[in-house]
């Protein structure tokens, strides 16, 4: 069974300061990464996904993540972070071998602040 | 603007009501989903519709009951309902349904009320 934690339910952060939001999975197969973000009143958006190959992955709206095998970690980085980055942040992973359905497990969250 | 759209963003019917949430892709995914989420917490898969068939239930109770007309459609119906319902209910789709390595598109969801 796969799993997903996320250590840190809130991080709160100044604006233009580096932020670091941190993810760790269990499982027994090779997974798919994926880190989603949900603004409030909306549904997620994904901002990245690890799949194969180079293990540093850059997605949208600046940030990137690194997939660290060993450490089975997933962290999600930015920069630098900007008000509009305030939103709940979900670590998510997917099971290749799942029929019947694209079954993502997530993490519970972590909530980023961005203070002026 | 999201790709998947739902209908109605809001809701609100009492215990005794039968309503229906509307999910609607034009992008040819043929895997749909849905999702109930509660505040603070992340999405808990409720089912998951493959080419049109229903291939994952999560043991949803049978006072929700999915239905995909179409590829391009889904629809979660909704009967009998406790307050422990009210949530946002989100679709999604993604490209098939299987292999893991299609992430899933989401729309803003719809937000359910019950009195």
């Known amino acids: 069974a796969q799993s997903v934690t996320q250590l840190d339910s809130q991080v709160p952060v100044f604006e233009e300061a580096p932020v670091e939001l941190r993810c760790n999975y269990s499982?027994?197969?090779?997974?798919?990464l994926f880190w989603y973000v949900q603004y409030p009143n909306q549904g997620l958006q994904l901002l990245l996904k690890?799949?194969?190959?180079?293990?540093l992955v850059k997605g949208i709206n600046g940030f990137e993540a690194e997939f660290n095998k060993s450490q089975t970690s997933f962290h999600l980085r930015k920069p630098s972070v900007h008000i509009s980055d305030t939103a709940e942040y979900f670590c998510?992973?997917?099971?290749?071998f799942g029929g019947g359905g694209n079954k993502l497990t997530f993490g519970t969250g972590t909530q980023l602040k961005v203070e002026l | 603007d999201t790709e998947v759209t739902q209908t109605p963003k809001h809701l609100v019917m009492g215990m005794t009501n039968k309503k229906s949430l509307k999910c609607e892709q034009h992008?040819?995914?043929?895997?749909m989903y849905w999702y109930k989420q509660k505040a603070k917490k992340p999405p808990e898969l409720m089912f998951v519709?493959?080419?049109?068939?229903?291939?994952i239930n999560e043991s949803v109770p049978s006072r929700f009951s999915p239905e995909c007309p179409n590829s391009s459609l889904l629809n979660l119906h909704l009967h009998a309902l406790q307050p422990e319902d009210s949530a946002l209910y989100l679709c999604?789709?993604?490209?098939?349904?299987?292999?893991?390595?299609?992430?899933?598109?989401f729309g803003d969801g719809t937000r359910l009320s019950i009195l």
């Open positions: 999604a789709s993604s490209q098939t349904g299987t292999g893991g390595n299609q992430p899933q598109h």
């Open positions: 499982s027994s197969v090779s997974v798919y």
């Open positions: 690890y799949l194969s190959g180079s293990t």
């Open positions: 998510a992973v997917s099971d290749p």
């Open positions: 992008m040819g995914h043929r895997a």
């Open positions: 519709y493959s080419y049109e068939k229903l291939s």
